[in-house]
Nanobody, 120 residues
Framework: QVQLVESGGGLVQPGGSLRLSCAAS????????MGWYRQAPGKQRELVAV???????NYADSVKGRFTISRDNAKNTVYLQMKSLKPEDTAVYYC??????????????WGQGTQVTVSS
């Protein structure tokens, strides 16, 4: 069982910044991939950014140059620094982790979600 706990969402004006954090705990031997997805009202959940254990990253085109994903492997934590936020970034942001447990079992888990609202 893996738990993901997110923090850092909130209300911000257009052009502002926010930093999201997500800490993973539980039966974790290795985290292969961590990242962030988001879901706006009436829309499907979409990838925002993901990062591998080695630091390779992948971003949605809509956030490239504005968002930066990073991770602290020692703390099993992933971060999303968001700058130049736009109203269209408003969504519930979900943390994601692809992990291996102590016995080699794999698991894909989601956080509970954190609301990001960009509005003046």
């Amino acid at each position: 069982q893996v738990q993901l706990v997110e923090s850092g969402g909130g209300l911000v004006q257009p052009g502002g910044s926010l930093r999201l954090s997500c800490a993973a705990s539980g039966n974790i031997f290795r985290i292969n991939l961590m990242g962030w997805y988001r879901q706006a009202p009436g829309k499907q959940r979409e990838l925002v950014a993901v990062i591998t254990t080695g630091g390779s990253t992948n971003y949605a085109d809509s956030v490239k140059g504005r968002f930066t994903i990073s991770r602290d492997n020692a703390k099993n934590t992933v971060y999303l620094q968001m700058k130049s936020l736009k109203p269209e970034d408003t969504a519930v942001y979900y943390c994601y982790a692809d992990t291996e447990g102590d016995w080699g079992e794999t698991s894909e888990d989601w956080g509970q979600g954190t609301q990001v609202t960009v509005s003046s």
